[in-house]
């Protein structure tokens, strides 16, 4: 085959700006610095340099910024350049930064830009000139730019906004003392009321005096119904837009009248003690900031508080009359103008008016969430990924009592991602926190059941991780008095909070899992596993993940777990299903949540440079010792706990050291001491020594089996090298490795499947795409290497389908057909169709297709060496077509001519394949995916109606209930019009008898199904001519951005 490479027809005009432009662009930058930001020499020269430097990177990828102008992409750029200076500037103190006040928001605003195309973009930036920023700034610049984290609050403060206005839009009437006129403070097109505003200002100052530096969603939420609270006691009853007597919103009732805050408690799921501790700071910030002086309501006669239980419930005479508001607004603002100059990198004030143009109108979090749109997708917020449930995670237990019955819930506030978050943590708080934090007595039968009492082992291990994991206030800040001394206080109750909820529920599920063990082992003596460090270390991680997912952190996101606990992906990896299974409580939001970790552990985290799955790779596979070494891929040993205390300053307690600590590095009994890159040839000898008993389990096939029993955990953290007591002949990595890979095809199958679908493509091609992935995984394992296997996905689909289309002309002159010619038209694929259809999967991130890495051996036909990020043509033409070319040939033309020339004997012949390559699987019968796409032409979709609803409805007599889903063929009208209109689309000419079926449909068959009521009809192109794959010119494409 000669050297593959492909065009992209119909691509966007290139984009490109002179190398030597005069120094336009330098000077149009300077000035910006100069000019609007007004930024000091220092400040100025620093720019200068990164923006001199990083100018190259920037002409060679100005196809790959944004998709406007060259003028545009400019302004990207020098917004990424400023941003990373004014963060990570050299040579000035804190306190100067904080003078200058140079914020993301005024850099913004001054380049005319929006918060949500800065985000959707400086990954490339940061990508594309990492080296440079290490360079001039270290190699923690990343973890100092806090880029997750800024990202993660604008969309935690997007979607509170939405929630405190859905909920005041029900409380109050949107006129107030203004009189229906511009608020004076209001820099807003949109009008908003002055008592919306001031409770907005009011919760910002609660976020800046008063919470923690986590400012999770949960905290911020009770900050929010509090001034609610306030708010409902302070503006004037003519203004309400609810009766005091609402038995359905004030629900919580006593002697004395309506007991606000419980009935806030019930309606939003808030703790009625966190609500009034919440409360408690907020009057003492209107005490503080606002001056105002505060009085018992229980003394007070005024009108907004009959009908009310005023026990213990504060009142500020004139804090919202007419005759203060405006001052008191005035108040709030320029406090909060202190405070954004010296901790913020936002301003939040933007957040209360939808129209603000810097806020955008795009999607952040993975393309989930819609900060100034219309649509919504809640599910997305709870899970980075596509709400569907994975197969190869446990299916969705039925509603506990716990978690109420949403069909008989009348109360039930509207389900969006925070009243979702306040609901896990009611399943936190009521469900887990009313736990002992030590192990209970049948935990501690088992682990005084091992060869040796475990016991303080297993406490002290709890204690130093959930330590490193939830940090209180280390010594050094002891001494700090004010205000920052408060906050830190804070942080460390918070920190203490969470670690104990973390320990609790990590005993609750390590209990479960000994007693499911030992039913199977048949015994209670856990030696193996409950003196596994690595073990404890994944279960920790994967509780105090649990817990801060509840909370939704925004400092102590994913994987913040793994580098806290010194574990990898691959370990995590290996007890999500086993503690989904066994916590039965656990919230349907939570489990999405490790779902959609479970899918980024599978889909590149495992597969990254000092992953653990390496080391058992080397074991299992030791023919790919030699690539793994060459990349030096192999994981570090994990820290001891030792280290972990001392790097955190956490107290031992006097504690002796683990036992297996003290010969950590000379010991391999737990698979966690030797260093990997030593055991290498250890680990070659072993193998040597075992060929001789050697079973064709070896070599068995990636089959994947969704009722096959998992194996006692015991063998997912043996020894790599150790026989899995299973038996078999296998190496514990053996059998660790080919689960790994069972999921890996899995979850190829199921993103394989709907990009199909969106393509519309034969179901031929889905199988074939199918089939090569498994044989890469088998055979050219290397591939995915520090890949994304997406990228292996998007190559895959490529090349399967331009050969199918060979393949398909080649057997023309043997089976002449209009079906064949149909096919052909249908494979006529570009990788520009392919990248765009894959933009519009849950799971796509620009990065998947933009950057692939690339090791450059010395032999490279192109001269280049060593590391490289290129887009995915590059990869496509110089990585995967040299390697795939063996089993791209079987689906060509050769192979097909092969098979026509052999006897149907041969043909039946399963050793028909590559020789050594194991026998491939069929593509699995996957669960559907609802909603499903029943038309061709029209995006219009079908689901089931969930079991748990069904009894809510009242006609038992119907089969089945069907909910529809789906976009206008024409301008919006309403709800109603809209589905009238798909129904009578799908109702009009040709009546389909009996239920639908739900089975795996290509879009290609809804096309041949729904052919004949629309009239419409594939034309045959015209036969082309047969190519042999050998010749086949493969043209250029730019990649799509």
Not at 42 to 63: P, W
Not at 181 to 208: C, E, K, M, P, T
Not at 821 to 844: D, G, H, V
Not at 957 to 964: G, L, Q, V
């Amino acid at each position: 085959m000669s050297q593959a490479s492909v065009e992209m027809e119909d691509v966007k005009p290139s984009i490109s700006l002179p190398s030597d432009d005069g120094g336009a662009m330098e000077a149009r930058f300077t000035d910006v610095c100069k000019s609007k930001l007004a930024l000091d020499e220092s400040m100025i020269r620093q720019a200068m340099v990164l923006f001199r430097e990083s100018k190259h990177i920037l002409l060679a990828n100005m196809s790959a910024i944004g998709s406007g102008s060259p003028e545009e992409i400019e302004r990207f750029w020098s917004a990424f350049v400023l941003y990373c200076v004014t963060r990570l500037s050299k040579g000035r103190t804190k306190h100067e930064k904080e003078e200058n006040g140079i914020t993301l928001c005024r850099i913004l605003r001054v380049l005319k830009m929006n918060v949500v195309d800065f985000f959707k973009e400086i990954p490339q930036f940061c990508l594309k000139a990492g080296y440079i920023l290490t360079g001039l700034y270290g190699s923690d610049w990343e973890k100092r730019l806090e880029l997750k984290e800024l990202q993660a609050n604008i969309v935690h403060l997007s979607l509170l906004s939405r929630y405190y206005k859905r909920a005041y839009q029900e409380l109050f009437l949107p006129n107030d003392a203004s009189s229906g006129q511009h608020s004076v403070v209001s820099n807003s097109v949109g009008y908003v009321s002055d008592y919306h505003r001031f409770g907005w200002l009011l919760f910002l100052a609660l976020r800046i005096h008063a919470f923690s530096r986590f400012k999770d969603l949960v905290t911020c939420t009770n900050g929010l119904v509090s001034i609610l609270a306030i708010l409902i006691l302070h503006i004037p009853v003519r203004f309400r837009n609810f009766h005091i007597q609402d038995s359905l919103l004030f629900a919580k009732r006593t002697d004395k009248g309506v007991d606000l805050v419980a009935s806030l408690c019930d309606k939003y799921h808030t703790s009625e003690d966190e609500l009034r501790r919440v409360m408690k700071k907020a009057n003492n910030l209107i005490v503080d900031i606002l001056k105002k002086k505060p009085c018992a309501a229980s003394g007070c006669k005024r009108e907004n508080l009959s009908c009310i239980n005023t026990d213990g419930l504060i009142y500020f005479e004139d804090l919202l009359e007419e005759n203060s508001l405006q001052s008191s607004i005035l108040i709030l603002e320029d406090n909060y103008d202190d405070a954004i100059n010296s901790k913020g990198e936002l301003d939040e004030r933007m957040f209360v008016n939808e129209e603000d143009s810097l806020l955008g109108t795009g999607s952040l979090s993975g393309g989930s969430i819609n900060i100034c749109g219309k649509k919504r997708k809640y599910d997305a917020m709870a899970s980075p990924a596509k709400s569907i449930t994975s197969p190869m995670s446990p299916p969705l237990s039925p509603a506990s009592p716990e978690n109420g019955n949403p069909v008989n819930n009348f109360k039930m506030v509207p389900i969006t991602p925070v009243s979702t978050a306040m609901t896990t943590a009611k399943w936190l708080r009521n469900i887990i926190s009313p736990l002992p934090s030590r192990p209970s007595t049948e935990l501690l039968r088992f682990f005084s059941s091992c060869d040796r009492d475990v016991t303080t082992d297993v406490t002290r291990r709890a204690s130093i991780i959930l330590g490193a994991i939830f940090p209180t206030t280390s010594f050094g800040e002891r001494c700090i008095s004010g205000n920052l001394q408060s906050v830190n206080r804070m942080d460390s109750i918070w920190a203490e909070q969470r670690k104990v909820e973390a320990m609790k529920l990590y005993y609750r599920v390590l209990e479960t899992m000994c007693r499911a063990e030992s039913h199977i082992l048949n015994g209670n003596n856990l030696t193996s596993l409950l003196s596994n460090d690595r073990f404890h270390r994944c279960m920790l991680a994967c509780s105090a993940e649990l817990v801060l997912a509840t909370h939704k952190t925004v400092t102590m996101m994913f994987p913040a777990v793994l580098e806290k606990t010194g574990i990898t992906a691959f370990d995590l990896s290996k007890v999500i299903e086993s503690f989904v299974r066994h916590e039965e409580t656990l919230p349907r939001e939570l489990k999405r949540h490790l779902n959609s970790l479970e899918e980024r552990l599978l889909e590149s985290m495992a597969w990254e440079k000092g992953s653990s799955m390496y080391n058992s790779l080397i074991v299992a596979r030791p023919t790919l010792a030699a690539e793994i070494n060459r990349l030096g891929l192999l994981a570090e040993p994990m820290p001891s706990l030792d280290a972990i205390a001392v790097h955190h300053n956490i107290s031992t307690g006097g504690l002796p050291p683990l036992p297996f600590q003290k010969h950590e590095q000379s010991s391999d009994q737990n698979g966690d001491a030797v260093s990997p890159k030593r055991a290498c040839s250890e680990y070659r000898s072993a193998l040597v020594e075992r060929n001789s008993f050697t079973s064709p389990v070896k070599e068995r096939t990636l089959t994947l089996n969704l009722k096959s029993k998992l194996p006692p955990l015991q063998s997912a953290f043996a020894s790599p090298t150790r026989p899995n007591p299973a038996g078999g002949g296998e190496t514990c990595a053996e059998t660790g490795i080919n689960i790994f890979f069972n999921k890996i095809v899995k979850l190829a199958a199921i993103r394989i499947r709907s990009l199909c679908e969106r393509l519309q493509l034969p179901q031929q091609i889905l199988e074939r795409v199918y089939s090569l992935i498994q044989q890469i995984l088998s055979q050219r394992t290397a591939l995915f290497f520090n890949r994304h296997i997406d990228q292996i996905i998007l190559c895959s689909f490529y090349g399967v389908a331009k050969i199918s289309q060979m393949a398909l002309t080649f057997v023309l002159p043997y089976f002449l057909s209009i079906c064949f010619c149909w096919q052909i038209s249908q494979m006529a694929l570009t990788f520009k169709e392919i990248i765009y259809n894959y933009r519009k999967q849950p799971q796509c991130k620009p990065q998947v297709f933009r950057s692939v890495f690339v090791h450059w051996p010395s032999t490279s036909h192109n001269g280049k060496t060593g590391q490289e990020h290129v887009d995915i043509i590059t990869f496509y033409n110089e990585v995967f077509i040299p390697s795939v070319k063996p089993l791209l040939v079987e689906l060509g033309p050769a192979g097909v001519a092969q098979k026509i020339k052999k006897s149907p004997e041969d043909n039946n012949n399963a050793d028909s394949q590559i020789p050594g390559s194991p026998r491939l699987s069929p593509f699995p019968n996957l669960p559907d995916m609802s909603p499903k796409k029943v038309s061709a032409a029209h995006n219009v979709y079908v689901s089931p109606l969930r079991s748990s609803k069904m009894d809510a409805l009242l006609s038992p007599s119907s089969k089945s209930y069907y909910a529809c889903v789906g976009e206008s063929t024409h301008a919006y009208q309403s709800p109603s019009k809209d589905l009238t209109a798909i129904n009578n689309r799908l109702n009009s000419g040709r009546k389909v008898s009996g239920r639908l079926n739900f089975d795996v449909v290509s879009d290609s068959v809804v096309a041949g199904s729904l052919g004949a009521q629309n009239g419409s009809s594939a034309p045959a192109p015209a036969p082309a001519p047969a190519f042999s794959i050998l010749e086949l010119p493969v043209k250029r494409e730019q990649p799509d951005s």
